[in-house]
């Protein structure tokens, strides 16, 4: 299985970016989708992007839509969520996962079998 480590999260105010990272460790992101996922206390893993190894196109939840942009480097060993006009809505531990979903299923969490060690968002307005 891939390792994956993240970088990036903080603490920031609303209307402001972040940019998350994630690197595979030993291994690349070719072959597998890469996806962003955020948790916020009490609830489920939220399904926030997704980009399959063989389509450029991301996919996007809806509230993150025309904010977020969800890309990989050209070694395909890094990926990246730029967040912009973040709210307090967004407030939430991101993780970063990998894994082989058919595309009905690349919204869920359990699709995935690689994830990241997580990184905590805060907005505050």
């Known amino acids: 299985q891939v390792q994956l480590v993240q970088s990036g999260g903080g603490s920031v105010q609303t209307g402001t970016s972040l940019r998350l990272s994630c690197e595979t460790s030993?291994?690349?992101?070719?072959?597998?989708?890469a996806a962003w996922f955020r948790q916020v206390p009490g609830e489920g893993r939220e399904f926030v992007a997704a980009?399959?190894?063989?389509?450029?196109?991301?996919y996007y939840a809806d509230s993150v839509k025309g904010r977020f942009t969800f890309s990989r480097n050209s070694l395909q060993n890094t990926v990246f969520l730029q967040m912009n006009s973040l709210t307090p809505q967004d407030t939430a531990v991101y993780y970063c996962?990998?894994?082989?979903?058919?595309?009905?299923?690349?919204?869920?969490?359990?699709?995935?079998?690689?994830w990241g060690q997580g990184a905590q968002v805060t907005v505050s307005s």
């Open positions: 980009m399959r190894p063989t389509n450029s196109n991301p």
């Open positions: 030993g291994d690349t992101f070719r072959g597998l989708t």
């Open positions: 996962a990998a894994g082989r979903p058919i595309t009905s299923t690349l919204r869920r969490d359990a699709s995935y079998a690689c």
